[in-house]
Structures are given as structure tokens and as C-alpha cells.
């Protein structure tokens, strides 16, 4: 049964829980990179083994199950789908605190990657039938905040958690509360009526797969859209999951000293390295990614009403923007010009999710948008999450004999040509956007 239109309050609602959810889509996906330090010692992995692990694993499952999934979600229940994925998803996170070996631990992480599938391109669906058109950039963009409170809450948690009980036991506690929450979601969120913020004449009936792909073929800005945010994402997904292990390996002993400020009951009774890192990454996650956000939904909103190419060159020119930052950031030995410079970073490189995320949403009628946004995140996570994490492990491990702890700063510093790229695509998607642009 659908809703129609609903007031402000409960919008508001929607978007609350739907941020949690996501916060905890990211906290399961993310903590991991964090994890990684204690995983590796007592495992004994190499950082490509970490790599295949924290990414490809993930990506295998979370992309190709993503489609078909998501064309469900144009037919059925969208809150339905999303309530399972959660459980799904959160129940392979405890799994992973069980894990022995690598394989283990390889296919536990598949089963997260399975879960999450369902949790993403339903909830943009549902975001475009509780918003109307004017406010799409800005109702995504906070949606989207779920990345960089869930990316930070994850590094947090099993930062301390590490130090206090273990990171198997780290795996468990978040897995457990992400069950706890499904129930919460199913009984309080309702199914919108679809389109209903839409023209009378937007197609709202189901739409054959073949169909929306038929539609997406002449859109050229689509794909043009989706490999600039894949090129992004191979780096926002590397840099998650590696810095957490940079920040250790080249400034582990600066660090208790740089977060002095940490009050004793926010730390365990004997903090390490670990715990200092995660408050470290976990600030810089939190307080750039929600600026950057924020801004780049804010900034859609107003210039996309004038034209169009403002979804793709707000974001093109905030990679652009990164790089001097990025130079600083990764060759400074100064702790406080790393963790200003990150936080630049941070915002910068995330400022993309409200304007790229609202386009694909009005690039095609209301009855394609979860299968159509299912295809981009089956390009930009297949790209980003299986071959980001990767790329930057093989460039440290060929880079290990010569340079040591310090070969993950290089192999990071090589990861700035994505953001390049990115550039590159989301300049040339600018031109096409008017004419692709669903009327």
C-alpha cells in the first residue's frame, strides 16, 4: 500500500531514518579499514590479500546483485527490500568476527556485499518520491551524509572496540545493532506513491529491463556521468580503507601527542596507535565529508535551476580543486598540515553526491529511476570499490622493498591521476545534460 503526498514532519522523518540506515550500510562496509591494521597481524595477510578483502570481496556480490535487485524495487515494495537487505547485510558483518582465515573472512565479506546490494538505489527511489524536483539535490545530499557519519563512526568504533575487546568482537557489536534496527525501519517507513512529485504524464508503470536500458543508450551524459564518478570513487574507496594504515605506519608515534585533546573516557584504559588514528580519520571523515556534501547538494539546488551543466561542473571543478591539497596532504611529514589538508580533501571530493546523484534521477521517468540509479552503482562500485582498494595495495606491496612503511605513501600519492579523470569526464557530461535532461 502507498502513501500520497505527506507533510513536511514526516519527510523529515524519512530522510532520518533512511540516514541511519545508510550511516549503518557504511559503518558495516567501512569498518573494516580500520580493522585491517589488527587483521593483518594476527592473519598474517599481505596488504593485496587486505585488498581482495576489504574490496573486491565487498564489490563482487554488491554490484552485480545490485540490478536485479533494484528492478524489483521499481515493481515492489521498496521499504520491503530494503528492510531485508539491512538484515542481510548486518548479519554477514557479525559473521565476519568469526572468520579464522582469509577465506573466511573473503566469503563473509561476499555475504555483506549481498546485503548491501538492496540498500542503496531503492532508498533513491524513495527520496524522489517524498521530494519534489527543487529539493532533490539537497534531500540526497543529506541522505548521502550517511557516508561520512557511518564512514567515521566505523573507523571510531573499531578503532576503540580494538583496543578494548577485540576486533572479532568489533565485527559482532555493529552487526548486532544493525539488526536491532531493521525491525524499527519496516514498521515505521511507508511506501510512497511513485512519481507523485512528478508531471501527470511521468510514466509511473513498471518498465522492462531491457527497456531502461534502451532509454539509457541515448543518453550519452549517463555514462559519462558514471565513469567520472567511478574514476572519483576508485580513490574516495581507496583512501577509506588505506588511510587508517597510513596514518599508523608513517605518523603512529606523533599521533597520542597531536590528539591530546581526546578526554580519558572516550579512550580505552590503554590506548594505542589504533584508537588515536581512528579519532584522526574519524574527525577528518565527519567534519569534511559533511561540509562537502552539504555544499555540493546546496549549490545544485541553486545553479541547476539555471542550467543544467551545474550538476556535472559544480563537482568537476571540486576534483580539480583537490589536487593541490592532495600534494600537500600525502608529501608533508607535519601532522597539522595532514589532517587540514584532509579535511580539505574530504569535502572537496565528496561534493559530488548531491549534483551527480539528483541528475540520475532526471535522466529517466519515475518508473526506471531504482533500476537505472542500480546500473550507475553497478559501474561506480565494481570500478571503485573492486579496484580502488586493490590498485593501492599492489602499488604499496611493489613499492614495500624499497621504501618500507613508507611505500603506502606513494602508492596513495599515485591515486591523484583518478581524481584527474574524474575531472575530465564530468566536463565533457556538462554539454549533454540539457539535452538528456527527462522532461
Not at 16 to 36: E, K, P
Not at 345 to 365: D, K, N, R, T, Y
Amino acid at each position: 500500500m502507498t502513501t500520497p503526498v505527506t507533510s513536511s514532519a514526516y519527510r523529515a522523518y524519512v530522510l532520518f531514518i533512511l540516514v541511519v540506515v545508510y550511516t549503518f550500510n557504511f559503518i558495516d562496509r567501512q569498518i573494516v579499514g580500520i580493522l585491517a591494521i589488527p587483521i593483518k597481524e594476527e592473519l598474517g595477510l599481505s596488504d593485496i590479500q587486505l585488498s581482495l578483502m576489504g574490496g573486491l570481496a565487498f564489490a563482487l556480490f554488491y554490484t552485480f546483485l545490485g540490478i536485479p535487485i533494484a528492478a524489483l524495487a521499481d515493481r515492489k515494495s521498496r521499504t520491503w527490500i530494503m528492510t531485508i537487505a539491512l538484515s542481510v547485510w548486518s548479519a554477514m558483518t557479525a559473521l565476519c568476527g568469526l572468520a579464522q582465515n582469509f577465506l573466511q573472512l573473503f566469503l563473509a565479506r561476499l555475504g555483506v556485499g549481498v546485503g548491501e546490494a538492496g540498500g542503496v538505489a531503492p532508498a533513491y527511489s524513495l527520496i524522489s518520491d517524498y521530494f519534489p524536483p527543487n529539493q532533490r539535490a539537497r534531500a540526497l545530499s543529506v541522505y548521502s551524509f550517511g557516508i561520512p557519519i557511518g564512514s567515521a563512526l566505523g573507523i571510531i568504533l573499531g578503532g576503540i572496540l580494538t583496543d578494548i575487546i577485540g576486533w572479532r568482537s568489533a565485527f559482532i557489536i555493529v552487526g548486532v545493532l544493525g539488526l536491532l534496527l531493521a525491525p524499527i525501519f519496516r514498521l515505521t517507513m511507508r511506501e510512497p506513491k511513485r512519481g507523485q512529485y512528478d508531471p501527470p504524464s511521468a510514466k509511473v508503470e513498471p518498465a522492462p529491463f531491457r527497456e531502461v536500458v534502451d532509454l539509457l543508450l541515448q543518453k550519452r551524459s549517463f555514462w559519462l556521468l558514471s565513469i567520472g564518478a567511478a574514476s572519483s570513487s576508485m580513490m574516495g574507496y581507496g583512501l577509506i580503507f588505506w588511510l587508517p594504515s597510513f596514518f599508523v605506519r608513517s605518523f603512529g608515534e606523533a599521533l597520542p601527542e597531536f590528539m591530546s585533546f581526546i578526554p580519558s573516557f572516550l579512550l580505552p584504559a590503554e590506548p594505542t596507535q589504533l584508537s588515536y588514528a581512528a579519532y584522526f580519520y574519524g574527525t577528518i571523515l565527519f567534519v569534511g565529508g559533511l561540509i562537502g556534501i552539504w555544499a555540493g547538494g546546496f549549490l545544485a539546488d541553486k545553479f541547476g535551476q539555471r542550467s543544467k551543466a551545474a550538476y556535472a561542473l559544480i563537482p568537476a571543478w571540486a576534483f580539480v580543486a583537490t589536487i593541490p591539497f592532495f600534494l600537500i596532504g600525502v608529501l608533508t611529514n607535519e601532522l597539522l598540515f595532514v589532517f587540514l589538508s584532509f579535511i580539505v580533501i574530504q569535502a572537496l571530493v565528496l561534493a559530488w553526491l548531491g549534483p551527480v546523484l539528483s541528475a540520475f534521477q532526471h535522466l529517466v521517468p519515475p518508473n526506471m529511476r531504482a533500476t537505472a540509479s542500480a546500473i550507475f552503482l553497478f559501474i561506480n562500485n565494481l570500478i571503485g570499490i573492486g579496484l580502488g582498494n586493490l590498485a593501492i595495495g599492489v602499488i604499496s606491496d611493489s613499492l614495500s622493498a624499497t621504501m618500507g612503511d613508507e611505500s603506502l605513501r606513494y602508492a596513495i600519492l599515485c591515486g591523484v591521476v583518478f581524481y584527474i579523470l574524474a575531472a575530465l569526464f564530468l566536463f565533457m557530461t556538462a554539454s549533454r545534460l540539457e539535452q538528456d535532461w527527462e522532461k
